[in-house]
């Protein structure tokens, strides 16, 4: 393992600590969270719904989605960590339990007890296993990149593919009061590719098995 590899695994195991230490006390409840998603579903609930900022991009899939990743993901919004206008603006309604009773929620939409086990990956290409490698993007996100090592890191097989090259493009972008993400893990991790390589691996990552999924309100079904 490199030296780059070792400083993030250090730092992965710091700012889990840091989240647990934050969360500990704050149990989700899903009921009281399916009560206080009307501002989640306008977008997140209804399927292909797309964003126009900063391009134009799915809103990504988050029913069954890890709750302690979705915790994380509004922290990051309200403290300007994730840098997008609409969706700071929301998480700094939430309270801390709010946010632990919709990422409850959410963890818990669309799960079918008794379901089949999700199918393991296909072998990809060479290019794109070395694409993977220079990431090491299984060391987080797990086998498959659908069982990630620990509840705070994202699910991100079969994401929508446009939704994660807008994501990932954000952790390379510096500077920008509206645009970014001020992860340092994932920012040196992105700043290695292109985006011609970071789309090669947004098409692959989203065509794979997955358990995410878009659960949309009943009178949107």
Known sequence: MNKFLLSVSA???????????????VKGDAQAGAKKNAMCIGCHGIVGYQASFPEVYKVPKISGQSGPY?????????????KHPTMKGIALTLTEQDIADLSAFYEASGVVEGAPVLAKAAASSE??????????CASCHGESLSKPIDPSYPKIAGQYSDYLYVALKSYKTEGNANIGRGNAIMGGIAKQYSNAELKELSNYIGSLP?????VPQSRFK
């Not at 979705?70 to 994730?82: C, F, H, M, Q, S």
């Not at 997955?210 to 878009?214: E, I, R, S």
């Open 11 to 25: 730092a992965l195991v710091a700012s889990v600590t840091v989240f647990a230490a934050h969360a500990e006390g």
């Open 70 to 82: 979705i915790a994380a993901a509004l922290n990051a919004y309200k403290k300007g960590e994730r």
């Open 127 to 136: 290019r794109m296993n070395a694409l993977l490698a220079k990431g090491n």
């Open 210 to 214: 997955t358990d995410l999924k878009v």
